[in-house]
């Protein structure tokens, strides 16, 4: 919930659908899911775009948290760590396992670092923190060992 006043409308929603308190009942039979297919690399094209939509999303969700605000508007959705966490995890594996970009081109740090400053350029004329939450956003983006939770790498930075 993005706002603790939304809670009444979600759960009306919510009780009339699942009444109870699980779906354990509610089994889907005609689905098989094994190892294998949770193994499985997805196909599915990686644009310059989509890339610097992870970072540019994810630094603005950072120097956010940053600031002590933790639900964001981004782009007209509400964002909060989760979206933060996706965007650099993606971005990550893509560095990781030398995904290729629909354009041929090899995702590399080198690539995610020149896109960390581009947008820091673009977003570096604003107040705030985007100077900390870009050197820390990279960094995770990049490291080679994959870091854990995003704000435990921000939290001595927390105003």
């Known amino acids: 919930m993005a706002h603790p006043g939304l809670v009444p409308v979600a759960k009306e929603i919510f009780d009339e659908h699942m009444p109870g308190p699980n779906q354990i009942s509610r089994k889907r039979e005609d689905v098989h899911i094994t190892a294998k297919d949770l193994l499985t690399v997805p196909d ?12 540019d999303v994810g630094l603005q969700y950072l120097e956010a948290w940053l600031r002590g605000v933790g639900c964001v508007p981004i782009y007209n959705l509400m964002e909060d760590a989760a979206t933060a966490e996706i965007c650099r995890t993606q971005v990550w594996q893509w560095v990781k396992y030398g995904a290729k970009l629909a354009d041929g081109r090899t995702v590399t740090a ?48 927390i105003d």
Do not use: C, H
């Open 44 to 55: 599915g094209t990686i644009t310059e775009a989509g890339l610097r939509w992870n970072i």
């Open 110 to 157: 080198q690539m995610v670092n020149q896109a960390v400053e581009d947008q820091l350029a673009k977003m570096g004329k604003q107040t705030g923190q985007f100077a900390r939450a870009a050197q820390i956003f990279g960094q995770m983006m990049t490291s080679p060992d994959f870091p854990e939770f995003l704000t435990l790498a921000a939290y001595d930075y």
